[in-house]
């Protein structure tokens, strides 16, 4: 059973047109992350919500937005999209470490391509 | 930068051998984990560590944890063909609920 959905799965954008990106979780988990990661390199944190409290990464573009309507949804907004941002993005959600357990759990992640 | 460093950045072994991953990390860390992603997907857990811990076994993974000199090995035994992947190990930022990854290891294992 899915866990943590992203849709869609490729999403092919123009240079400068806003993007979307959506991430869905049943675990009703508390944290939601979003991640860029670059070919060959590790998962790059951009943000993550702890409930509706939202928490940005000191290096993360203002051209990078999130909202987190409710619980279960998280979206990942690129308002205009440069060449430099074509990337897989992953969402991520955990407990938090207040519940003592620290496990985050991915999504297939959405592979963005900038043309 | 807090990022964690592993090594070797890539492994090529036999189907049957042993692979050893190894990771170096720079803070204090609550637990070290390491995560698996295959080609074009999402990461998936496959073990926790706690730093009062030492050694750790699931199935044919073996996690050892040195705290004096912040750094984890991950042993997978008798590897297969679809062990195939990208290892990273990530820590606990204290007091935060975000993870640090290291660089990851590029496992093949050839059939």
């Known amino acids: 059973d899915a866990m943590v959905i992203q849709n869609p799965r490729y999403q092919v954008t123009q240079f400068g047109k806003p993007v979307t990106l959506s991430c869905s979780q049943t675990?009703?988990?508390?944290?939601m992350y979003w991640y860029q990661q670059k070919s060959s390199q590790a998962p790059k944190l951009l943000f993550h919500?702890?409930?509706?409290?939202?928490?940005n990464e000191a290096d993360t573009p203002d051209n990078f937005q999130s909202r987190r309507p409710n619980t279960s949804f998280c979206f990942l907004d690129i308002r205009s999209p440069g060449l430099g941002d074509a990337a897989m993005y992953l969402c991520?959600?955990?407990?938090?470490?207040?519940?003592?357990?620290?496990?985050?759990?991915f999504g297939p992640g959405t592979r963005l391509t900038v043309t | 930068s807090q990022q964690g460093e592993e090594d070797p950045q890539a492994l090529s072994i036999q189907e049957g051998e042993n692979a050893t991953m190894n990771c170096s990390y720079k803070?204090?860390?609550?637990?070290l984990q390491w995560y698996r992603q295959n080609s074009g997907r999402g990461l998936v857990h496959l073990i926790l560590?706690?730093?009062?811990?030492r050694e750790k076994h699931s199935g044919r993974l073996r996690v050892t944890l040195d705290t004096s000199k912040k750094s984890s090995s991950l042993l997978i035994t008798a590897s297969r063909a679809a062990d195939t992947a990208s290892y990273f190990c990530?820590?606990?930022?204290?007091?935060?609920?975000?993870?640090?990854f290291g660089t990851g290891t590029l496992l093949a294992v050839q059939p």
């Open positions: 990530a820590t606990d930022k204290m007091a935060t609920n975000k993870l640090i």
């Open positions: 991520a959600t955990s407990n938090g470490a207040e519940s003592g357990n620290y496990e985050q759990y």
């Open positions: 803070t204090s860390i609550n637990n």
């Open positions: 675990l009703n988990h508390n944290v």
């Open positions: 560590i706690r730093s009062n811990e």
């Open positions: 919500y702890y409930d509706k409290d939202f928490n």
